[in-house]
């Protein structure tokens, strides 16, 4: 990403469950293995989140109600107005979740259009949105193989560590990380979708078939 007039970003939404998540663990062979215990219930808690793409710098709102068109527009004009002030124009990678694309932010985006922009991912394609690597990685330190008898618990373990991110204290992702999901190389746009905030940056977006990004910022055809 050679182009320093401009900033990527990726949003999206998430749901963390009160229950929990397991994953494997290492377990010594002379220790009994260990019993997880997860809380019977349902209850979640909803965010929107957006992380930049050129330092880890990480954006989040909680979202009580339902993501839609108005709690969607909401966050957009909370991002705008920070993300603006690296004095960059700012190109937001977003699905195609209808809220995404509707009419009650339609003008409100065409008027910011010069230094605010969405631009949208392949439908059904979530593999190829770099903060999907965020929620991973959330889920991976605050979530896996821990009881949350209550939801506020649930909240305050992954705002603690948002919190972390928001404030600069060390990034939520690598540079190297993130493109693991976009692989920015130099040369034309082959393909529609993205091309034109990649194009912005300065370089190309190949799909979910390029190999892993490990290392270099910029991986030459």
């Known amino acids: 990403m050679d182009n320093d007039e401009v900033d990527l970003w990726a949003t999206d939404e998430v749901h963390f469950q009160q229950h929990g998540s397991r994953c494997r663990m290492w377990v010594p062979p002379e220790t009994k293995d260990p019993v997880l215990l997860h809380h019977p219930t349902r209850r979640s808690v909803g965010y929107f989140g957006a992380v930049r793409l050129r330092d880890g710098k990480f954006r989040f709102s909680r979202e009580t109600g339902k993501f839609n068109a108005m709690t969607f527009f909401a966050f957009l004009k909370m991002l705008r107005r920070t993300s603006i002030r690296s004095g ?64 506020e618990e649930v909240l305050a373990a992954v705002e603690t560590q948002f919190g972390y991110w928001a404030n600069g204290m060390r990034p939520c992702v690598g540079y190297a990380q993130l493109l693991k999901t976009l692989r920015i190389v130099r040369g034309p746009c082959r393909v529609e979708c993205g091309e034109e905030a990649v194009v912005a940056a300065g370089g190309r977006v190949e799909g979910a078939e390029c190999a892993p990004v490990d290392g270099n910022d910029i991986v030459e055809p």
Do not use: G
């Open 88 to 151: 960059r124009s700012v190109v937001v990678i977003t699905d195609n979740a209808r809220y995404h694309h509707a009419r009650l932010h339609k003008k409100w985006r065409d008027d910011h259009r010069k230094d605010f922009m969405l631009d949208y991912l392949p439908p059904y394609s979530p593999e190829l949105n770099p903060i999907e690597r965020v929620w991973k990685l959330t889920r991976r330190q605050c979530m896996h193989n821990r009881c949350f008898p209550a939801l």
